[in-house]
DNA sequence: GTAAATTAAATCGTACGCAATTGAATTGGA
DNA sequence: TCCAATTCAATTGCGTACGATTTAATTTAC
């Protein structure tokens, strides 16, 4: 490893704390009306593609701990997004359900996110070499973590 | 836009939203045995480059408002790495100034960071068009945030 | 069948991030 | 000169992140 190296590191993580923090700002305009974070909007994400999962798998998708949802979901049940059981078979688990009111919200939610991408004329096609490098960053950093 | 680029942009922000996490989680094994975080981190990079900033120009480099910066450079002059301090021409300023302590960590840090790097086998050039775009998406989200 | 190991959520403590407000110091225009 | 506008840092309040520990439930090994 050459000495510029440490810079590019330096800069590489800086690059990508930096731009992680505008883009949930920029998502965070758009989620505002209906009382939803970005972390809380990931939750209903993985929500609408599977609903009734468990906390802790949530927290695999996600890579959350419960310490970050247990709260977090407190909050989403509070404001009527969803609802937490215990399952009958394990009553270690917590299981995760959307409210209709989720179910329903998703069409306007998307379009509150669509109209702010648009607002701005974002090529968005533009981002796929970007998503497929983030993604082998993210592997690279995996491995390295474990 | 496509209905797909909703999809693209919801996995867009989360990548670089896992990335960053990943990434701090990093630089944390490294700086942990020095009582740094990585925010405090970006604050010796920026005094590094340039000793003796006023708060708001340290803030205007990282994106922190001084909601962040005062507690956080309370608690670095706490750990003996910086000094705050008036100046007498403008008393509403506040002065950000390196310990020695800081000056000479400096090399035993950037080794700390290096040998996490070098015991990964990570190879840091690979990434150069990674931080080129990060760069890029950067720019298009602070125009669509203005 | 029961004690030990495992799994899972919750709790605790610390440190960000950031919108919004406050309050002190300085500047600039009438 | 004097006061209104501006510039700063600090404060307040809320919501993450996350290491570490605790507590409860279930599995497993014997």
Known sequence: MEPDDMTLTNQLCFSVYHASRL???FYKQALEPFQLTYPQYLV???LWEEDRQPLHKLGERLDFGSNTLTPLLKR???NGWLTRSLPATDHRQLIVSLTEQARDAK???FTAIHQCVVQQNIDVSKYNDTLAMNHELIATLQRMLK
Chains 1, 2 share one sequence.
């Open 76 to 78: 989403m049940e509070a």
């Open 107 to 109: 069409p306007e939610i």
């Open 44 to 46: 209903l994400l993985s």
């Open 23 to 25: 883009f949930t700002k």
